[in-house]
């Protein structure tokens, strides 16, 4: 069975930092790209930030570029999210995706990924 979940939320005052996890299994991890979402309630689920199969290359929304870091641990089935500099816009549940295929310039469409966790909540207080 297919299995992401997300950990790490928590509330932040504007200006801190949280560390988003992804654990994964019932797939080849090291075969996969992974991405992260969020959706603030009322709004679309926006992309984030996205990383290969080999932890190359990232790739960031310009709205958290500079302060957030995704990186891959292959050995660990684990994807990170480091979020800092912390802004109340920033407020959502934050989702990762996975799928083995991934058209690198569509990276943000949500409609590209096989399997999804069920999100974890990140608030920042102003």
């Known amino acids: 069975e297919v299995q992401l979940v997300e950990s790490g939320g928590g509330l932040v005052q504007a200006g801190g930092s949280l560390r988003l996890s992804c654990a994964t299994s019932?797939?080849?991890?090291?075969?996969?790209?992974i991405a992260w979402f969020r959706q603030a309630p009322g709004k679309e689920r926006e992309a984030v930030s996205y990383?290969?199969?080999?932890?190359?290359?990232?790739y960031y929304a310009d709205s958290v570029k500079g302060r957030f870091t995704i990186s891959k641990d292959n050995a660990k089935n684990t994807v990170y999210l480091q979020m800092n500099s912390l802004e109340p816009q920033d407020t959502a549940v934050y989702y990762c995706?996975?799928?083995?295929?991934?058209?690198?310039?569509?990276?943000?469409?949500?409609?590209?990924?096989?399997?999804w966790g069920q999100g974890t909540q990140v608030t920042v207080s102003s």
């Open positions: 019932g797939f080849d991890f090291a075969s996969y790209h």
């Open positions: 990383i290969r199969r080999r932890g190359t290359v990232p």
């Open positions: 995706a996975a799928k083995s295929y991934v058209i690198t310039s569509a990276w943000s469409r949500p409609e590209q990924y096989a399997y």
